[in-house]
């Protein structure tokens, strides 16, 4: 029995040895990640929690941990690596269940933080006019260091990150495999995107923002988007519009995941992308009657749990003011790992 137990104690310590030898051919990409959220953070420190399968970049400027950007990784390089963006105000907390389940089938996940989020201050670069061309360059190089994780690179994201992604999807066909879009914000309500081409709006938007506030009821996402920011995003989705007019090419797979009770992105624009693109579209249509909101079709039960949503006193002004689980989120999970499994 001593016997046994020796051996089955001996495999395991090789199976941890082996699974950090192997991530030592990944220690390259790891150095440029962490030197990447170095120059943009000004500092990084250890996680409060490790992991031989997870490399995380915290940080002291960072809210929390949570807040941090990471990688999900087999040790190795694998067929598939998946590099995800998050949205407007939020962080890469957001898709952790969707990283986990791409991770989950044996691909290599690369999770970002965009410029200007997560941060205990973020009033500064929440008002910086190049802040759409600092998201533009992030996502840039952290798809060009993804290239290190796999043979094939597929780019998605999160509402505003889904915004980029696309925009990036169409700039650079040639360098990916297929594009992955979750609540993608790529059409929201015309008077948002008409208030922002009104001349001195954007001088306005700074003062209606005023201290940006980044501390709130909830640990991984800003109590409220900033306007002024909201502003660049609509800069990226005329952008993608223009692109789409001036005919690039996309024929790529395309999964898209959204919600017809989605207030803040309207479906539309996602629907216009499936009509322009000449590849395989997958198409996750939540029904109006599921009342799924924007930012909970990324939420999983779980992930409601660990967010740690503070709820004293709260007095909900509408159905989207609180965080809840997507309850159609396995099937989503389920229909995105169809779609990379078929390309």
């Given at each position: 029995?001593k016997?046994?137990f ?7 310590f090789?199976s941890g ?12 990409v ?11 953070l ?9 992991s031989?399968?997870?490399?995380s970049v915290?940080s002291?400027?960072l809210?929390?941990?949570g ?8 040790g ?5 690596v ?25 691909y ?7 410029p200007?989020?997560g ?5 500064k670069?929440?008002e910086d006019p190049e802040?759409?061309?600092?998201w ?7 798809v ?7 043979e094939n ?5 999160f509402?505003?990150?889904?915004a980029?992604?696309t925009e990036?999807t169409?700039l ?13 914000a790529?059409r929201?309500e ?8 009104v001349?001195?709006?954007?001088w306005?938007?700074k ?11 909830n ?6 988007v900033?306007t ?10 005329m ?9 690039h090419?996309l024929?790529l797979?395309?999964?898209v995941?959204h919600?017809?009770?989605d207030?803040?992105?309207l479906?539309r ?5 499936m ?8 198409f ?11 930012a909970?079709?990324?939420?999983s ?7 740690h949503?503070d709820m004293?006193?709260?007095?909900p ?9 997507n ?7 389920q229909a ?8």
């Open positions: 029995m016997l046994v020796s051996l089955v104690s001996l495999m395991l090789l040895f082996t699974t950090v030898s192997h991530a030592q051919e990944l220690q390259p790891f150095n440029r990640f962490e030197q990447l959220y170095q120059t943009e000004g500092s990084t420190q250890g996680c409060s929690q490790a031989s399968t997870r490399f915290c002291s400027a809210r929390n941990d807040n941090a950007p990471y990688i999900l990784h087999h190795k390089p694998t067929g598939k998946i590099v995800l963006f998050h949205g407007l105000s939020d962080s890469p907390f957001f898709l952790r269940s969707v990283a986990e389940a791409f991770y989950g089938e044996g290599n996940v690369v999770v970002a933080l965009l200007g989020h941060l205990l201050d973020a009033d670069i929440m802040l759409a061309n600092r533009r360059k992030h996502v840039a190089d952290v060009a260091l993804a290239d290190g994780l796999a690179t597929f780019i998605g994201g509402s505003t990150g889904g980029l992604a990036y169409l650079h066909p040639e360098k990916l495999q297929g594009l992955m879009l979750f609540s993608g790529l929201l015309s008077k948002a995107e008409m208030l922002a081409d001349w001195g709006m954007r306005i938007a003062k209606l923002d005023g201290d940006y506030l980044t501390q709130g009821r640990p991984v996402k800003y109590p409220s900033s002024f920011a909201a502003f660049q995003l609509v800069d990226v989705i952008s993608v519009r223009e692109l789409i007019e001036a005919k090419p024929n797979p395309l999964f995941a919600s017809q009770a207030a803040t992105t479906i624009g996602v629907t216009d992308l009509a322009y693109n000449q590849g395989d579209n997958q996750f249509d939540i029904p109006q009657t599921e009342n799924v909101c924007h909970d079709l990324v939420i039960e779980q992930q409601l749990i660990d967010m949503y004293n006193g709260v007095e002004s509408d159905a989207c003011s609180i965080p809840k689980a309850p159609l989120h396995p099937q989503m999970l995105a790992l169809r779609y990379l499994r078929a390309h």
